[in-house]
């Protein structure tokens, strides 16, 4: 049979059961339940296989920045499909979508990261860091330095590599990671975790255990920290104003290499180009991935600073991916930028979106269930709480209430996701007011029905 959009949703949903394993996933509940079928979209909205219109807030999975439907995009992957649709990188070979595409990254890029190192996605960029960090201290003459610190609840991937780097702990407890020389400090999540202290005191404190593991590990051990600008998958976790700098300036004082894993904060998500310039901070290395194609083909890649290149250069890095600079996905990526930058998309996020956006974000707050309301630039948590007086989480069945109000939101036309007991959201940099308006409301009916 010729399986189309146009088969009854249930039949699609008995197919998919049968043949398709979905990433984190329950497949028997799936199976018993069958997966949304979403068949086509157009801006900011979902259409799926029985006909409902649904606002995504989470712009795919975080990644669809310019919004959906943009012709531009699929007619630069067919000319360059036609031209040329694949060739590798490898071996001493180039082409002219991964030097056009690396240019653009070095322009757009702050400080001097110059150059890009191609991978297929946020994952493989992460696996390319580890190797990358190491490498660079074991051509500098200090092979010892080998160990990565990196905070729990990040999520820096699914590989093997980039999930031991994660600290998700339902991942590690699968498959037997992390990998050797990865250390976890505790994340700046001030709201759960900062009991008496103010979000200052605490996001110094948080970031002084980065002192306190480089001490412990010794400084002839540790290769390089790495950190999401805001915990994006860990629930929009937004850290204290002084947090960062202080990270920065323990990085500098013990010649620790800074990896910002901006996957997810990259491409005008926080109201800059990259996270790292809301934050003020200088990494030597980037992951980026997602925004950098708005999620139409994939891509990602490594950015690195001068002199980090420059070392590697130095050896022949023995790493690289069939995909890595994909001309198709060069292409797209490309063709993404220069809408990102000719129609002045991040910004009018600055100076428009992102303002509108938190100021209707925040009126959340008001809710009975509602802890609190929380957005840097376009992407945004609440934390619901049983007791908001106490900033209390939901002790006895965490995750439960996220759940019910992740349905809710469903049930209305909405899709936003529950980490635990977080909803978070991360639109569409292109989201128009009247859209916004649109997400609130049907937000605050599902944290009604949920209620
Ligand atoms: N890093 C961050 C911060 C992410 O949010 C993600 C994905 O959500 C990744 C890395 C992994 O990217 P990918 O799913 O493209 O492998």
């Not at 082409?95 to 757009?108: G, M, Q, S, T, W």
């Not at 190797?131 to 074991?138: E, K, P």
């Not at 209390?392 to 965490?398: K, N, R, Y």
């Not at 019910?404 to 036309?413: D, G, K, Y």
């Amino acid at each position: 049979t010729l399986i189309t959009n146009h088969m009854p949703t249930a039949q699609l949903q008995a197919l998919d059961a049968a043949h398709h394993m979905h990433p984190f996933t329950q497949g028997d509940e799936l199976a018993a339940k069958g997966a949304r079928i979403i068949t086509r979209a157009k801006g900011v909205t979902l259409t799926d296989s029985e006909g409902h219109e649904i606002l995504d807030a989470m712009a795919g999975l975080w990644c669809v920045n310019i919004g959906y439907g943009r012709d531009e995009l699929a007619e630069a992957a067919a000319r360059q499909m036609k031209e040329l649709p694949y060739y590798n990188t490898f071996f001493q070979t180039t082409h002219v979508p991964a030097i056009a595409l690396a240019d653009k990254l070095a322009e757009l890029t702050p400080h001097d990261l110059n150059h890009v190192f191609y991978a297929g996605s946020g994952s493989e960029a992460n696996d390319t860091n580890i190797r990358l960090v190491r490498t660079y201290w074991a051509q500098k003459g200090k092979p010892t330095k080998k160990v990565i610190i990196s905070r729990k609840n990040a999520y820096h991937g699914s590989s093997v590599g980039s999930a031991s780097l994660g600290g998700m702990s339902a991942m590690h407890a699968q498959g037997g990671l992390p990998i050797p020389d990865v250390h976890h400090i505790n994340q700046p999540h001030w709201y759960g975790e900062g009991g008496d202290m103010t979000p200052e005191e605490f996001g110094l404190a948080r970031a002084r255990e980065l002192e306190d593991a480089i001490l412990e590990l010794g400084e002839d051990r540790v290769a390089a920290f790495i950190g999401e600008p805001v915990q994006g998958a860990g629930g929009v976790i937004i850290p204290p104003e002084t947090y960062w700098p202080e990270i920065q300036r323990i990085c500098d004082k013990y010649e620790i290499l800074l990896i910002a894993d901006e996957v997810i904060c990259g491409f005008g998500r926080t109201g800059t180009w990259f996270g790292s310039e809301s934050f003020g901070i200088k990494p030597h290395v980037m992951t980026i991935a997602k925004g950098l194609s708005s999620g139409y083909a994939p891509i990602g890649g490594s950015l690195v600073c001068d002199e980090v290149a420059e070392v590697i250069n130095g050896c022949e890095f023995a790493h690289g991916y069939t995909y890595s600079g994909h001309p198709v996905a060069c292409a797209v990526a490309l063709e993404n930028l220069r809408i990102l930058q000719e129609e002045g998309i991040v910004d009018r996020v600055a100076s428009d979106t992102a303002p509108y956006l938190k100021k209707k974000w925040e009126t959340l707050a008001d809710h009975p269930l509602v802890g609190e309301a929380r957005i840097a630039g376009m992407m945004g948590s609440i934390a619901l709480s049983p007791d908001k007086a106490n900033r209390a989480a939901f002790a006895a069945d965490p995750g439960t209430a996220g759940l019910i109000c992740r349905e809710a939101c469903f049930a209305n036309n909405l899709v936003m996701r529950h980490v635990g007991d977080r909803m978070v959201i991360s639109p569409p940099l292109v989201i128009t007011h009247e859209e916004i308006d649109t997400l609130i409301a049907r937000a605050g009916a599902a944290l009604d029905q949920a209620h």
